[in-house]
């Protein structure tokens, strides 16, 4: 007998998770040392306009499929469409699971790092030697992701529904509102209007450049958790009477701002102290800490709560990549959770541990990147796009205009043919290019 589907136990219960999902270290640490690397405003425009144009609709597709098929990412393409190619997106999602949450594991780690260093008064004097000290130790960041994989596998073992549910209840809104004081702190230290430059003052000849094309569309993909089944297995759980589009507004708009607000927490400090915003992965373990130890007195308690909340956000978009995985091994070899998500878990730790190594104390590259970036960029800007170009071009095919817009719940709606040229025409062909392009200047 096959045993009845859990639902979202509301319409908020759904929306919220979702966003627990996208919100994460998408938004605060890709998305500051992306856009630091990227130049700023170009990368922001770019990536405004990708999460519109191309983000959108994927969103609203992937719940789509999931909501008709009532299944997980790959048995929904085997259900909704037998024998065909599209379960290679289902298949390449499982792997892109995989491969984030290896990395996602290490700086996961690398957060609970900080919280017990600011609980024991450890980061003082130069922030960025003490960062350098701590990636560059071969042993100690592998002991933190294998506590951070294995909070992961706890959760997830224990069934997530409530604990994710429940949890970002309470953590998004203390997240925002400590995001949005930081901002205004961050905002008086003197750096301001560089930094408000370098966010939002167009480079017009940086639009030539292709790779900032290649990092924004895949910071959008990886922020908002697209191109990988986890909104499918997500919108697979909603009964068929809830609307879609306003909840996929409310996860995008809200994603959105709190990566912009980090933006406006990392880079006024960042100029106000001289510090390098291309310095990639490390970027925010190093500004952070930079204003922490500026706020006098009470700097060690907003570090601790900061590093929490980021745990936290962290902890809920890692037990979404952890389920991927583990539903599909559950259904495809018949073990038990317990022993497919302790067995799985520990694989992705063990993968994850090059990643943790590259960041000093081991130099690993692969074409040109150290090995965390090569899989941050290889999984965020490669299979997470291709993976959202099957899926559109799924959606948009084998659905006819009409029957895309019902099952999406935009029909009658005034963005109804916007969204529509966009599902159909511009987001395919823009990620077709974008990845072609990324590739050759990889
Ligand atoms: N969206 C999450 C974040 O921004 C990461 C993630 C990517 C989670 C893909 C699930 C799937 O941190």
């Given at each position: 007998?096959?045993?009845e589907?859990?639902?979202?136990?509301?319409?908020?219960?759904?929306?919220?998770?979702?966003?627990?999902?996208?919100?994460?270290?998408?938004?605060?640490?890709?998305?500051?040392?992306?856009?630091?690397?990227?130049?700023?405003s170009?990368?922001?425009?770019?990536?405004?306009?990708?999460?519109?144009?191309?983000?959108?609709?994927?969103?609203?597709?992937?719940?789509?499929?999931g909501?008709?098929?009532?299944t997980?990412?790959?048995d929904?393409?085997?259900?909704?469409?037998?024998?065909?190619?599209?379960?290679?997106?289902?298949?390449?999602?499982?792997?892109?699971?995989?491969?984030?949450?290896?990395?996602?594991?290490?700086?996961?780690?690398w957060?609970?790092?900080?919280?017990?260093?600011?609980?024991?008064?450890?980061?003082?004097?130069?922030?960025?030697?003490?960062?350098?000290?701590?990636?560059?130790?071969?042993?100690?960041?592998?002991?933190?992701?294998?506590?951070?994989?294995?909070?992961?596998?706890?959760?997830?073992?224990?069934?997530?529904?409530?604990?994710?549910?429940?949890?970002?209840?309470?953590?998004?809104?203390?997240?925002?509102?400590?995001?949005?004081l930081?901002?205004?702190?961050?905002?008086?230290?003197?750096?301001?209007?560089?930094?408000?430059?370098?966010?939002?003052?167009?480079?017009?000849?940086?639009?030539?450049?292709?790779?900032?094309?290649?990092?924004?569309?895949?910071?959008?993909?990886?922020?908002?958790?697209?191109?990988?089944?986890?909104?499918?297995?997500?919108?697979?759980?909603?009964?068929?009477?809830?609307?879609?589009?306003?909840?996929?507004?409310?996860?995008?708009?809200?994603?959105?701002?709190?990566a912009?607000?980090?933006?406006?927490?990392?880079f006024?400090?960042?100029?106000?102290?001289?510090?390098?915003?291309?310095?990639?992965?490390?970027?925010?373990?190093?500004?952070?800490?930079?204003?922490?130890?500026?706020?006098?007195g009470?700097?060690?308690?907003?570090?601790?709560?900061?590093?929490?909340?980021?745990a936290?956000?962290?902890?809920?978009?890692?037990i979404?990549?952890?389920?991927?995985?583990?539903?599909?091994?559950?259904?495809?070899?018949?073990?038990?959770?317990?022993?497919a998500?302790?067995?799985?878990?520990?694989?992705?730790?063990?993968?994850?541990?090059?990643?943790?190594?590259?960041?000093?104390?081991?130099?690993?590259?692969?074409?040109?990147?150290?090995?965390?970036?090569?899989?941050?960029k290889?999984?965020?800007?490669?299979?997470?796009?291709?993976?959202?170009?099957?899926?559109?071009?799924?959606?948009?095919?084998?659905?006819?205009?009409?029957?895309?817009?019902?099952?999406?719940?935009?029909?009658?709606?005034?963005i109804?043919?916007?969204?529509?040229?966009?599902?159909?025409?511009?987001?395919?062909?823009?990620?077709?290019?974008?990845?072609?392009?990324?590739?050759?200047?990889?």
């Open positions: 007998m096959k045993k589907r859990e639902q979202w136990g509301s319409r908020w219960g759904f929306i919220l998770a979702a966003m627990g999902s996208a919100v994460g270290l998408g938004n605060i640490w890709r998305f500051s040392y992306a856009m630091g690397a990227g130049g700023g170009t990368f922001l425009i770019i990536y405004l306009l990708s999460v519109l144009i191309i983000g959108f609709p994927v969103m609203l597709i992937e719940f789509a499929i909501r008709r098929a009532q997980d990412a790959i929904a393409f085997k259900k909704l469409a037998p024998k065909s190619f599209w379960v290679v997106a289902g298949g390449m999602g499982v792997l892109a699971a995989f491969v984030i949450l290896s990395f996602y594991g290490v700086i996961g780690g957060s609970f790092k900080y919280i017990f260093s600011y609980l024991t008064g450890g980061v003082a004097g130069d922030t960025g030697g003490y960062f350098e000290a701590f990636v560059g130790s071969p042993i100690e960041p592998i002991g933190w992701q294998f506590l951070f994989m294995g909070v992961t596998v706890a959760i997830v073992m224990l069934g997530v529904q409530k604990g994710i549910e429940t949890s970002s209840k309470w953590m998004m809104p203390i997240l925002s509102i400590l995001l949005i930081l901002a205004g702190y961050s905002l008086t230290l003197g750096g301001a209007s560089e930094a408000l430059t370098f966010m939002f003052h167009p480079d017009w000849s940086a639009f030539g450049d292709p790779s900032v094309y290649f990092a924004a569309v895949g910071q959008a993909f990886f922020t908002l958790s697209l191109g990988m089944g986890i909104m499918l297995t997500y919108g697979s759980y909603l009964s068929p009477k809830e609307k879609l589009t306003s909840s996929a507004a409310y996860i995008i708009v809200l994603d959105t701002l709190f912009i607000i980090a933006g406006l927490v990392v006024p400090a960042l100029f106000a102290f001289d510090l390098d915003p291309t310095q990639g992965a490390g970027l925010v373990f190093v500004v952070l800490p930079t204003i922490f130890q500026n706020i006098s009470i700097g060690a308690i907003i570090g601790v709560a900061f590093f929490v909340l980021l936290l956000a962290a902890l809920s978009s890692a979404s990549l952890l389920e991927v995985v583990v539903a599909y091994l559950i259904r495809r070899l018949g073990v038990s959770r317990k022993i998500t302790l067995g799985i878990g520990f694989v992705i730790f063990l993968v994850g541990v090059p990643s943790s190594l590259s960041q000093g104390a081991v130099s690993i590259e692969v074409f040109g990147d150290s090995f965390l970036d090569f899989m941050d290889f999984s965020g800007n490669l299979l997470l796009p291709l993976g959202g170009l099957i899926i559109a071009l799924y959606g948009t095919w084998s659905w006819k205009s009409d029957e895309l817009l019902e099952q999406t719940d935009l029909k009658g709606t005034a109804a043919p916007a969204i529509l040229f966009f599902a159909k025409y511009v987001a395919p062909i823009a990620i077709l290019v974008i990845l072609v392009f990324g590739m050759l200047n990889w």
